[in-house]
């Protein structure tokens, strides 16, 4: 039996923290450690589907391969935060989504899901508690400048490397400072970026919407195939050494 002063999240592997390790120590406070880690284990297995995808939707191989690198840092290197996130506009039903899903998958929804933008907006920590990954949903805030602004108080990393989460009910939460974010948008001018701000990678998507059965066959693959864990196996020796996490790629 431990006592703690609070609780915290730590991430610093793929896995959870052994019971031995569950408590850590932060500025002489004891924290218990509510990491889990990823959901799903990598199996190696042919990931030509999910690659001819994001083929398909990002066109250019440079901003492709930034969007890749993005993702397998993300699970390469689970405690260390992108100084930016991606931006990813495109036709409506065209598999955008699709991409993400299967590393949200293998992350799982306690690190991985989907948040909206007012809610990043309106303050409260409990939509960012514990995230690895942050999907921005259906972005459309072009008419509001504040937004952007509002939003690299989260994209940019913390001095300290942690957040103080001020949760509803009262509750405070200390967790590393490492969520990597993803805005999902159908709309061209989807949030007002400031000239030279370098918070923001911009991919684009537009291009015509393939047959269903193209769609049917990825999701089965996820489903009942192993998709998720082979494109997490993908991504974990994806070689990354030169990918910049902390500057933006390019403009």
């Known amino acids: 039996v431990s006592s703690a002063d609070g609780i915290g999240w730590k991430p610093e592997s793929r896995f959870a923290p052994s019971r031995e390790n569950l408590i850590f120590e932060d500025a002489g406070r004891r924290l218990v450690n509510t990491w889990r880690g990823f959901e799903l284990s990598p199996v190696s297995g042919d990931v030509s589907r ?17 969007v890749l690198d993005f993702l397998a840092f993300l699970v390469q290197r689970p405690a260390e935060k992108p100084s930016f996130c991606i931006v990813h506009r495109g036709t409506h039903r065209i598999g955008k989504d699709l991409l993400y899903l299967p590393v949200m998958r293998a992350l799982g929804s306690d690190i991985a899901r989907g948040v909206s933008i007012d809610n990043l907006m309106n303050g409260w920590g409990d939509y960012t508690k514990g995230l690895r990954m942050a999907i921005v ?8 400048h504040r937004v952007a602004n509002s939003m690299k108080t989260l994209l ?10 001020n949760l509803k009910g009262g509750k405070v939460m200390i967790q590393v400072d490492c969520t990597g974010y993803v805005m999902m948008s ?7 970026i400031e000239p030279n701000d370098r918070r923001y990678f911009v991919v684009d998507s537009w ?20 998709g998720p864990a082979a494109v ?3 991504l974990l020796t994806r070689d990354i050494s030169g990918f910049a996490h902390a500057q933006l790629p390019k403009m």
């Open 50 to 66: 999910w690659l001819g995808l994001a083929e398909y939707l990002i066109p250019n191989q440079d901003e492709r391969n930034v």
């Open 186 to 192: 159908n709309k061209r001018a989807c949030i007002a």
């Open 232 to 234: 997490l196996d993908y």
């Open 137 to 144: 949903e259906e972005v459309d805030k072009a008419q509001d």
């Open 207 to 226: 291009v015509e919407p393939k047959q269903p059965e193209y769609y049917q066959d990825i999701d089965a693959w996820y489903r009942r195939g192993g």
């Open 156 to 165: 940019a990393p913390t001095a300290t490397g942690k957040r103080i989460l």
